[in-house]
Each structure stands twice: as structure tokens, then as C-alpha cells.
């Protein structure tokens, strides 16, 4: 079945960086865009970046544009966010997700909880 | 870009129907078939309902409908069960530049 487990969260002073990886099976990884979405405590859903199934095109959100990088290695399977400048306001769960084409997101990973505080 | 609009709760008694509305833009929900809703259980993931304004995923109950009219979308959850008490969530497309925009959520609550 489709699994994907996400690693790398923490807690981090205001400015420094962090690199999230979500480790994906039981589908095609290569075939298939991939994306994070974050949630900040007692908070909705906030879609964050996402990127296409070879990598090549790569999307951000407003808020994190410039900050943050998206990439994956198709041979491990894994898709990473490099997060940069972090603020408090970038606390929040970030889940790993699969796209199913047209924007939808039909798998998602369990959550890897950063937080940045001083 | 702004959030899309949904209402921040909703509510019905078992065996009724409640309708959850996302209003976007032309930009997003009405410019595009890929409105997305998702539900989402306290501490858990978020789990796909409905792709491309009216397809449910395989194992998704048909209680469970959608449609889309201008920039609002729709989702109908019919006979309401104690298991339908959740967060729910609308997205869609919204161009290259923003990709995904949700909204705000609804917590539905099963009186």
C-alpha cells in the first residue's frame, strides 16, 4: 500500500534552516508530482510547494517563495523541502502528499511537526 | 492569493444532508475543473473526498457528493453518520503561479 514518511522536523531558532524528506512507496514515485502542505496549530491547511513527477517544474506558495526549495531523487524514491530563514510563523505539521493529477492530493504522510522558536 | 471561502462550521442530525460551500475566484474554483475536498479527523492526516469537482475515489462513500456552479463549489454529505464529524476542506487549481489554494476548512458537527 501507499506509504510515505516524512523525517527532518524539529525545533530551530528564528533564521536558521531545516531539510524535510518524505520517503514515499508502494507506487510509482517517478510517475507522479508530489507536494507539502503545511498546518499551523488549531489552524487549516496551507498548501506550501509542489513539484512535477521529473522535478523539473517546481511551484511555490506566496509565503515561502524565495525561502524554501523543493527537489526529489527519483532513485531513493524521496522528495525533500529545504526550508531557509525560517520564522516563527513557519511552525506548523508539514505533510508530505501525493498528487493524483488536476491539483488533487491522494495520499498523504503522517506529518513531520517543525517548530521555530527562540 | 486569499483563501478560499467555506463557512466555519456546519451541523445536522444523523441521517440528514448538510452542504458545505468554497467560493473562490475566476481565477480558481471557477476558472478550472479541479476542485478538491478533503476530510480531516482530529490528530489525523487528511484524506481525499472528492478530485476534479465531482470524482470520488475508490472506497469513498457515495454519501458523499459534489458539484460546482460559477466560483462556488459544493459538497453534500448525505445521510449524516457519527463518523462524518470532521474538518473539511475545499481546494483547487489556481494557475501556475499559486498551484493549490484551500480553504479555511468547515468543522461539521453530527448533532
Known amino acids: 500500500q501507499v506509504q510515505m514518511v516524512g523525517s527532518g522536523g524539529g525545533v530551530v531558532p528564528p533564521g536558521r534552516s531545516l531539510r524535510l524528506s518524505c520517503a514515499a512507496s508502494?507506487?510509482?514515485?517517478?510517475?507522479?508530482?508530489m507536494h507539502w502542505v503545511r498546518q499551523a496549530p488549531g489552524k487549516g491547511l496551507e498548501w506550501v510547494s509542489g513539484?512535477?513527477?521529473?522535478?523539473?517544474?517546481?511551484y511555490y506558495g506566496d509565503s515561502v517563495r524565495g525561502r524554501f526549495t523543493i527537489s526529489r531523487d527519483n532513485s531513493k524514491n524521496t522528495v525533500f523541502l529545504q526550508m531557509n530563514s525560517l520564522r516563527a510563523e513557519d511552525t506548523a505539521l508539514y505533510y508530505c502528499?501525493?498528487?493524483?493529477?488536476?491539483?488533487?492530493?491522494?495520499?498523504w504522510g503522517q506529518g513531520t511537526q517543525v517548530t521555530v522558536s527562540s | 492569493q486569499s483563501a478560499l471561502t467555506q463557512p466555519p462550521s456546519a451541523s445536522g442530525s444523523p441521517g440528514q444532508s448538510v452542504t458545505i460551500s468554497c467560493t473562490g475566484t475566476?481565477?480558481?474554483?471557477?476558472?478550472?475543473?479541479?476542485v478538491s475536498w478533503y476530510q480531516q479527523h482530529p490528530g489525523k492526516a487528511p484524506k481525499l473526498l472528492i478530485f476534479?469537482?465531482?470524482k470520488r475515489p475508490s472506497g469513498v462513500p457515495y454519501r458523499f457528493s459534489a458539484s460546482k456552479s460559477g466560483n462556488t463549489a459544493s459538497l453534500t454529505v448525505s445521510g449524516l453518520q457519527a463518523e462524518d464529524e470532521a474538518d473539511y476542506y475545499c481546494?483547487?487549481?489556481?494557475?501556475?503561479?499559486?498551484?493549490?489554494?484551500f480553504g479555511g476548512g468547515t468543522k461539521l458537527t453530527v448533532l
Open positions: 502528499a501525493k498528487e493524483n493529477g488536476g491539483s488533487s492530493l491522494d495520499f
Open positions: 508502494g507506487f510509482i514515485f517517478s510517475s507522479f508530482g
Open positions: 513539484l512535477s513527477y521529473d522535478g523539473s517544474e517546481t
Open positions: 475566476s481565477s480558481d474554483v471557477g476558472g478550472y475543473d479541479y
Open positions: 476534479e469537482v465531482n
Open positions: 481546494s483547487s487549481y489556481a494557475g501556475i503561479s499559486n498551484f493549490v489554494i
